[in-house]
């Protein structure tokens, strides 16, 4: 006999809390990456001090196999397309194709100011010259993952990039195929075999492969990983840009007793069979449809691949139902949860979405699951965590860009503005800032 499955509930009914205590009370997972800084640091300074050879000894040490080298042939890579299921190769192709039409409506115009005749300001948009990859192995495959770095990097115009995941002990030290295959299908042409902690310093570092041959270090690292790649991200930042410290994955749905309370409990195991910490969040003001939905996990999960990691996460505090009065609300919680995935399963869920203003990504009504915006939706799925989509936003063509300002002023122009360029220096105490503006209109004595 299964054993029920009830999340744990949340009953703000009746309540107004504030802001802080709102968050408080909320379900949230999260992992303490300060725990595993002294663990990490020794592995980046290792590799910082030693190159390839450190990394290759870590991924024997980790991952249990160490490649010859770790830059994949060409050859391997051509063999994992040629090889590849045709209904996945199918399925990545749509789903290229998708997130290529939507990452190409992000690319930037540069905008020209004249601020006054003869002074423009120009926002110059430049793509970061070599970025690295990250794709993780671990309970899954992601070849999803490789597409939702890959399309924006590419459609932001970068030049160089390389794509690194962990060596696979079951296909000989190489990247999983399908991983690989997907590369290959975009054009990639590097791949580095290489996970972990020690992949981000490689990829922050460079060094020399095995057979002499260079490994470039790139400038920005984007892609999800576990709680090491993380802190490897956190103490390699500042000499790599990096995209965001990601936590594990979460999912909050608002709903009403409109929902179908099947699709949002399969939406709920969903996101908890990525991993025992992911984070599954249902907010609704019908105790009714949170009563269903239990009751739709319990039934749903025998069938579940994965049951014991999704009854896992579904049952840890990370996870849970909140009950509260009315959408309105629920608004109020979801504003405050600021999930990576939120769905809006409501009546008139569109005007719904449209209140909402934190969230990594929305998925508005019955057809729009998370599972879509994963795959095929054209949307990009590296989204921020743990609350961090209060403030930031999720990969795309914006993330490998530069805006530079470009000033050009003529004399006349300069001339005009210069008592208030030197007024402001003055009541700043940086007079010699004065002095540049009037050294090109006044004799030095």
């Given at each position: 006999m299964?054993t029920p499955?009830?999340?744990a509930?949340?009953d703000?009914?009746g309540r107004?809390?504030a802001?802080a205590?709102?968050?408080?009370?909320l379900?949230?997972?999260?992992v303490?990456v300060d725990?595993?800084?002294?663990?990490?640091r020794?592995v980046?300074?290792?590799?910082?001090?030693?190159g390839?050879a450190?990394?290759?000894?870590?991924?024997?040490?980790?991952?249990?196999?160490?490649?010859?080298a770790?830059r994949?042939?060409a050859k391997a890579l051509?063999?994992?397309?040629?090889?590849l299921d045709?209904q996945v190769?199918a399925?990545?192709e749509v789903?290229i194709?998708r997130?290529r039409k939507?990452?190409a409506?992000?690319r930037r115009?540069d905008?020209v100011?004249?601020?006054v005749?003869g002074?423009i300001?120009?926002?110059r948009?430049v793509?970061v010259e070599?970025?690295?990859l990250?794709?993780?192995?671990?309970?899954?495959v992601y070849?999803?993952?490789?597409?939702?770095?890959?399309v924006?990097?590419q459609a932001?115009g970068?030049?160089?990039?390389v794509v690194?995941?962990p060596?696979q002990k079951q296909?000989?030290?190489?990247p999983?195929?399908?991983?690989?295959?997907a590369?290959a299908l975009l054009?990639v042409?590097?791949v580095?075999?290489?996970?972990?902690?020690?992949?981000?310093?490689l990829?922050?570092y460079?060094g020399?492969d095995?057979?002499?041959?260079?490994?470039a270090?790139v400038?920005l690292?984007?892609?999800p990983g576990?709680i090491?790649?993380?802190?490897a991200k956190r103490?390699?930042?500042?000499?790599?840009g990096?995209?965001?410290?990601?936590?594990p994955?979460e999912i909050?749905?608002?709903?009403?007793a409109?929902?179908d309370?099947?699709?949002v409990a399969?939406?709920?195991?969903?996101?908890a069979e990525?991993?025992v910490?992911?984070?599954s969040?249902l907010?609704?003001?019908s105790?009714?449809?949170?009563d269903?939905?239990?009751a739709?996990l319990?039934?749903q999960?025998p069938?579940v691949e994965?049951?014991?990691?999704?009854?896992?996460?579904?049952?840890g505090?990370?996870?849970?139902t909140?009950l509260?009065d009315d959408i309105a609300?629920?608004?109020r919680?979801v504003?405050a949860?600021?999930?990576?995935?939120?769905?809006?399963?409501?009546a008139?869920a569109?005007a719904?979405?449209a209140r909402?203003?934190?969230a990594g990504?929305i998925?508005?009504?019955?057809y729009?699951p998370?599972?879509?915006?994963?795959?095929?939706?054209?949307?990009n799925?590296v989204?921020?965590t743990?609350?961090?989509a209060?403030?930031?936003?999720?990969?795309?063509?914006?993330?490998?860009l530069?805006?530079?300002?470009?000033?050009?002023?003529t004399?006349a122009?300069?001339k005009?503005?210069?008592g208030?360029?030197?007024?402001l220096?003055?009541?700043?105490?940086l007079?010699?800032?004065?002095?540049a503006v009037?050294?090109?209109?006044?004799?030095?004595?």
């Amino acid at each position: 006999m299964t054993t029920p499955i009830e999340l744990a509930r949340v009953d703000l009914r009746g309540r107004t809390p504030a802001v802080a205590e709102l968050r408080s009370a909320l379900p949230r997972g999260g992992v303490d990456v300060d725990s595993v800084l002294p663990h990490v640091r020794p592995v980046v300074e290792a590799v910082r001090d030693r190159g390839a050879a450190a990394a290759l000894e870590y991924g024997e040490q980790f991952d249990g196999v160490a490649p010859a080298a770790v830059r994949v042939p060409a050859k391997a890579l051509a063999e994992a397309l040629a090889g590849l299921d045709p209904q996945v190769r199918a399925a990545l192709e749509v789903a290229i194709e998708r997130t290529r039409k939507v990452h190409a409506d992000q690319r930037r115009t540069d905008t020209v100011t004249e601020v006054v005749p003869g002074g423009i300001v120009t926002e110059r948009w430049v793509p970061v010259e070599r970025v690295g990859l990250y794709v993780p192995g671990g309970n899954a495959v992601y070849p999803s993952s490789v597409v939702m770095n890959v399309v924006p990097a590419q459609a932001a115009g970068v030049e160089s990039l390389v794509v690194a995941s962990p060596p696979q002990k079951q296909f000989g030290g190489s990247p999983h195929p399908t991983v690989l295959a997907a590369a290959a299908l975009l054009g990639v042409d590097e791949v580095w075999a290489v996970g972990g902690a020690q992949a981000v310093a490689l990829l922050a570092y460079g060094g020399t492969d095995t057979d002499g041959q260079p490994l470039a270090p790139v400038d920005l690292i984007t892609g999800p990983g576990n709680i090491y790649v993380t802190a490897a991200k956190r103490l390699c930042r500042g000499l790599v840009g990096i995209d965001a410290e990601a936590g594990p994955t979460e999912i909050a749905i608002l709903a009403d007793a409109t929902a179908d309370p099947v699709h949002v409990a399969a939406d709920l195991i969903s996101q908890a069979e990525h991993d025992v910490l992911a984070a599954s969040v249902l907010v609704t003001d019908s105790p009714a449809l949170a009563d269903a939905v239990d009751a739709a996990l319990t039934a749903q999960l025998p069938v579940v691949e994965h049951a014991e990691r999704v009854r896992t996460a579904l049952t840890g505090t990370q996870s849970g139902t909140v009950l509260v009065d009315d959408i309105a609300q629920g608004l109020r919680v979801v504003n405050a949860y600021a999930a990576e995935h939120l769905e809006i399963q409501t009546a008139d869920a569109a005007a719904v979405a449209a209140r909402v203003r934190s969230a990594g990504a929305i998925f508005v009504g019955a057809y729009a699951p998370v599972s879509l915006g994963d795959y095929c939706a054209g949307s990009n799925h590296v989204l921020p965590t743990a609350g961090c989509a209060r403030h930031s936003s999720g990969l795309s063509v914006q993330t490998f860009l530069r805006g530079i300002h470009v000033v050009e002023y003529t004399e006349a122009a300069l001339k005009d503005v210069a008592g208030h360029v030197v007024a402001l220096a003055d009541a700043e105490h940086l007079p010699a800032h004065g002095q540049a503006v009037r050294a090109r209109f006044e004799a030095l004595s």
